[in-house]
């Protein structure tokens, strides 16, 4: 929950502040030695660790959504080229992508030739749709998951002292 009033840090709960002290002892032109205390204090926003969470989301959505236009255009191909429908390959490509064109089936008419070609309408339609879907979700995961950076902030103080 971004900028919640009870999270007693005071702070968005994905920064971390970080701060790391040191001592440098420098020497001068007059040869004293001089001891310095530096401390750097960098509030970190987690950004990466979200964009790369959006990132494997957004690949893992077009993947599939890659598989299916892929699967679903080769159903288009061997409609088209009137596949023999014993062959293991086309029953598999069949069987496999019917599910997923059925929403589309009776939309459109379906143009076929004499020798069993069919140009299936409803297949391409299915394809658009489908890659239409994968937009959206790839989208709406970045908009979720991937908010905007505030950026880091950082702050050196120090503090000089001489040792004898």
């Given amino acids: 929950m971004r900028n919640d009033p009870t999270d007693p840090r005071g702070r968005d ?3 971390e502040m970080i701060v790391r002290n040191e001592r440098q ?5 007059d040869g004293t030695v001089v001891g310095q205390d530096v401390g750097t204090t960098a509030m970190v926003d987690h950004v990466e660790a979200r964009r790369s969470t959006a990132d494997w989301l957004s690949g893992l959505i077009s993947l599939i959504i890659g ?12 409609k088209l080229l009137a596949a023999n429908t014993a062959s293991g390959f086309t029953q598999f490509i069949y069987n496999v992508t019917g ?21 299936e309408i409803s297949s391409v339609l299915a394809i658009a749709i489908y890659l239409l879907i994968g937009w959206l979700l790839i989208k709406l995961v970045q908009l979720i998951i991937d908010r905007p950076s505030k950026g880091v902030s950082v702050t ?9």
Avoid: E, H
């Fill in 13 to 15: 709960a994905d920064q």
């Fill in 25 to 29: 002892d420098v020497v001068t032109g």
């Fill in 67 to 78: 598989v299916i236009a892929i699967l679903i255009a080769i159903r288009i191909v061997l």
């Fill in 99 to 119: 599910p997923l064109v059925a929403p589309f089936q009776n939309i459109f008419g379906t143009p076929a030739a004499g020798n069993g070609a069919v140009f």
């Fill in 156 to 164: 050196r103080n120090v503090d000089q002292r001489t040792l004898r």
